[in-house]
């Protein structure tokens, strides 16, 4: 059984930084692509970033692109979401994601493996 657990959200205020943290357990974490998304009262879920089972490649959302920085140590089975210069449109609930496969998906419902989120406001 997987479990992926999100730590880290919180209440900043526009330009400020957080970094979120997802601990997972159940499972040989360093053989899979990892995920973070989000979901703002009222709209969809969205990709924010992904990251290879090596973390030799990183995918982002073009709204997050140059603020926001996903990472990972296999060591510890945690998967990382550096958070900077936020704004007020990236208060949201994020969630990190498993997908059981090397390989790196923009599709949330390529991944197979969701935790309970952790939520980010931003004040402005």
């Known amino acids: 059984q997987v479990q992926l657990v999100e730590s880290g959200g919180g209440l900043v205020q526009a330009g400020g930084s957080l970094r979120l943290s997802c601990a997972g357990s159940?499972?040989?974490?360093?053989?899979?692509?990892m995920g973070w998304f989000r979901q703002a009262p009222g709209k969809e879920r969205e990709f924010v970033a992904t990251?290879?089972?090596?973390?030799?490649?990183?995918g982002y959302a073009d709204s997050v692109k140059g603020r926001f920085t996903i990472s990972r140590d296999n060591t510890k089975n945690t998967v990382y979401l550096q958070m900077n210069s936020l704004e007020p449109e990236d208060t949201a609930v994020y969630y990190c994601a498993l997908r059981s496969s090397l390989v790196v998906s923009t599709q949330g419902y390529e991944y197979d493996y969701w935790g309970q989120g952790t939520q980010v406001t931003v004040s402005s």
């Open positions: 990251i290879s089972w090596s973390g030799g490649y990183t």
């Open positions: 159940g499972r040989t974490f360093r053989n899979y692509a």
